[in-house]
């Protein structure tokens, strides 16, 4: 019975712990990522998320006789892009295949993808886990394919149905070499890939609306041994689930093994209720599909113009601007990776930067670390409990600039910007203006916190002979009482300044 799952310490690799001794996981992972366009891959049907069931189908969609795809530009231009950023080899002549299965929500009784052929070849992209370790993942290919629609289960005891809005939208198959060794590996991979997706602009990465999603193949050796039989996992829709699944699957696959079985290479599906796979076919092969050349579309030829307009078109990648965050803005790697791990977070954080450099006639490097800390902990937290992403945010780049500005100038303490942070995602206003109308500002008037130190050591004359017959300790008390007496809106360090000559 296999019952540990570990680091091993010293690969990287997490081992599975059996009877015989610890064995080693094989992962490799096909991404399937559904491309940013308006219309589908061979037809001008529009492709939003959350449309009426079966309100999104042209003739073609349905596979209505004698209609013909007609190929989608924008989505070679975007499947090409994501090429060049994952520094993948760009195929001048690639080709279109039928891949023949049949299935309710596959109209056409195939699917038009490519198999021989690819758009794009041979890559890779560097991972970091959350551990600090560093791995090349081999890219194998992306090839360009249309979805299949949805069938759904649950809505008659008797029944299913049928939507065809997801079917023939654009999806990019990225698949990997089988280069990765844990689940962390894997976590890792499936986040810097959607980071890069997401900064090129090609997917949106939402796993929860199912534009992103993996197949994760599973397999486990001893170590040294050659790679052995392999599952597929079909349609892992979040990065928690890939790893759970790759868990249970390794464990399962040593149990039959260490019990004198056999893997069988199968297809199986993951239950995230109960944390397990479970057979639901056997793996098909390519010739199971009879693939073909797709006879009516010609075969797809890209020019150096073609390609280098898309090379062009790249932003700043994530691994880039981590870089220069850490170089330029002298940002720790753990904040530069959380920064840059979104192309929304990154483009509201160099926003908040600006915004917060020009409020307080800096340069973007010496406000850097503290917009980063306030955006990474105060913002990043409220968000997280009001369960909006960053694109969403009630508080505006320009505002958290603005509230870091008046921290800057002691115009707010901590403690009063944490107060006009809360009022801010409420009722989205400035907090210059809350701070004024709710009277939240710091008190720096020397006069008046010489007064308040004044009353609180009459009233504490006891306290004060002993702080100046040596308790020093008592300074703290001074300290919290002038605070406590002025409403928590004293300046702390002007208290603190004022305290030692009066205390003295």
Not at 56 to 76: F, I, R, Y
Not at 122 to 128: K, L, P, V
Not at 218 to 230: L, Q
Not at 234 to 252: D, G, H, L, M, P
Request: charged content about 25%; glycine content about 10%.
């Amino acid at each position: 019975m296999a019952t540990a799952y570990h680091d091993d310490g010293r690969t990287g690799s997490y081992l599975v712990e059996g009877r015989t001794g610890p064995w080693e996981l094989v992962i490799g992972l096909e991404v399937h990522a559904q491309v940013v366009s308006n219309s589908k891959l061979f037809s001008g049907a529009a492709t939003e998320f959350g449309g009426e069931p079966n309100s999104q189908v042209s003739l073609v969609d349905a596979a209505m006789p004698g209609m013909l795809p007609v190929l989608n530009g924008e989505c070679v231009r975007q499947a090409v892009r994501t090429g060049l950023a994952l520094g993948a080899t760009i195929n001048r002549w690639s080709r279109f295949d039928r891949k023949n299965y049949f299935y309710a929500d596959l109209p056409q009784g195939y699917q038009i993808s490519q198999f021989q052929h690819p758009v794009v070849g041979e890559g890779a992209i560097e991972i970091e886990t959350d551990e600090g370790e560093k791995v090349t993942v081999g890219i194998e290919r992306i090839h360009l394919e249309q979805d299949a629609g949805k069938s759904i289960h649950d809505l008659s005891p008797d029944r299913s149905y049928v939507d065809l809005n997801r079917s023939g939208v654009a999806l990019m198959e990225i698949v990997s070499k089988p280069d990765m060794r844990s689940p962390a590996q894997a976590g890792a991979y499936v986040s810097t890939l959607r980071a890069i997706l997401r900064a090129v602009g090609s997917c949106d990465g939402n796993m929860q609306e199912g534009s992103m999603r993996a197949d994760v193949n599973v397999s486990v050796r001893k170590a040294g041994e050659p790679f052995g039989t392999r599952c597929e996992i079909k349609n892992v829709n979040s990065i928690r689930f890939i790893q759970q699944a790759i868990v249970y699957e390794a464990k399962r696959q040593v149990e039959i093994l260490e019990d004198g079985g056999s893997i069988q290479q199968e297809t199986r599906l993951f239950d995230p209720d109960k944390g397990e796979t479970r057979s639901l076919r056997s793996k098909e092969d390519a010739h199971d599909y009879r693939y073909f050349p797709e006879p009516d579309l010609l075969p797809l030829e890209l020019t150096e113009e073609f390609i280098a307009d898309c090379a062009a078109s790249l932003p700043e990648l994530p691994a880039s601007k981590r870089a220069r965050y850490e170089s330029e803005l002298g940002l720790s790697p753990y904040l530069a990776g959380v920064l840059t791990a979104d192309a929304d977070g990154s483009a509201w954080f160099e926003a908040l930067l600006a915004n917060s450099a020009a409020r307080q006639a800096k340069t973007p490097a010496q406000v850097a670390e503290k917009a980063a800390n306030w955006m990474t902990g105060d913002l990043f937290g409220a968000l997280n409990k009001l369960g909006v992403e960053i694109a969403a945010s009630p508080v505006t780049p320009a505002q958290g600039g603005e509230l870091l500005a008046l921290m800057a100038d002691g115009t707010l303490s901590g403690p009063l910007a944490k107060q006009v942070f809360e009022i801010m995602l409420e009722t989205r206003e400035d907090p210059g203006a809350i701070a004024e109308a709710r009277g939240l500002k710091q008190v720096s008037d020397t006069g008046a916190l010489e007064t308040a130190i004044a009353e609180v050591m009459a009233a504490n004359a006891d306290k004060v002979a002993d702080y100046r017959g040596g308790k020093d300790k008592l300074f703290g008390f001074f300290v919290g009482q002038v605070m406590k007496a002025s409403g928590g809106k004293a300046n702390p360090a002007v208290v603190n300044e004022l305290l030692k000559k009066a205390l003295g």
